[in-house]
T-cell receptor, first 113, second 113 residues
Framework: GENVEQHPSTLSVQEGDSAVIKCTYSDSASNYFPWYKQELGKRPQLIID?????GEKKDQRIAVTLNKTAKHFSLHITETQPEDSAVYFC????????????FGKGTSLLVTP | SAVISQKPSRDICQRGTSLTIQCQVD?????MFWYRQQPGQSLTLIAT?????????ESGFVIDKFPISRPNLTFSTLTVSNMSPEDSSIYLCSAWGGRTEAFFGQGTRLTVV
């Protein structure tokens, strides 16, 4: 089955700096790659996603890049703010819809003022 | 996106007993899933809840331990049977309505004593 690896497991940055989280996947059939943010005690919330026919997607301070050849994708957060502090999960799926997600182990991001 | 109501939000149960978790979506969805998230860990897929047929379980999860129902396109239940302390975890329902993202219920925090 699909194996998603995520690095780093923890990341600490100063407010205003950029944060990058990287994930690799094993199943070349995967074609949908969402990123979820989970604050303590809350449900995971989608922050951005990318499909395999796109190499990069941006939404304000958040961007995701995908390299299908290398089977890796990354989350980039620019101008980080303390409220960005949370656990971030990458995931991979074999369907644009209707397929289960395989999650990475998560990255605990801390943004210090 | 649609809203998922999951209940109970938390429970403390005696070992050997069973707990049924309910997941209600406010609109019809194509797919529903159940995940487990142990404290400080990632999300692990338990099974896909299939409408009108038996659920599809992931490796390591069996129907006798985690029976699932999905009688219609908006509702599913997960039962954690014959509980042991190792079943203490957060159980999350997820739904996917087509080309929109997968979204999650708020989770059920289960403690088995």
């Amino acid at each position: 089955g699909e194996n998603v690896e995520q690095h780093p497991s923890t990341l600490s940055v100063q407010e205003g700096d950029s944060a990058v989280i990287k994930c690799t996947y094993s199943d070349s059939a995967s074609n949908y790659f969402p990123w979820y943010k989970q604050e303590l005690g809350k449900r995971p919330q989608l922050i951005i996603d990318i499909r395999s026919n796109v190499g990069e997607k941006k939404d304000q301070r958040i961007a995701v890049t995908l390299n299908k050849t290398a089977k890796h994708f990354s989350l980039h957060i620019t101008e980080t703010q303390p409220e960005d502090s949370a656990v971030y999960f990458c995931a991979a799926s074999k369907g644009n819809s209707g397929y289960a997600l395989n999650f990475g182990k998560g990255t605990s991001l801390l943004v210090t003022p | 996106s649609a809203v998922i109501s999951q209940k109970p939000s938390r429970d403390i149960c005696q070992r050997g007993t069973s707990l049924t978790i309910q997941c209600q979506v406010d609109s019809q969805v194509t797919m529903m899933f159940w995940y487990r998230q142990q404290p400080g860990q990632s999300l692990t897929l338990i099974a896909t809840a299939n409408q009108g047929s038996e659920a599809t379980y992931e490796s390591g999860f069996v129907i006798d331990k985690f029976p699932i129902s999905r009688p219609n396109l908006t509702f599913s239940t997960l039962t954690v049977s014959n509980m042991s302390p190792e079943d203490s975890s957060i159980y999350l329902c997820s739904a996917w309505g087509g080309r929109t993202e997968a979204f999650f219920g708020q989770g059920t925090r289960l403690t088995v004593v």
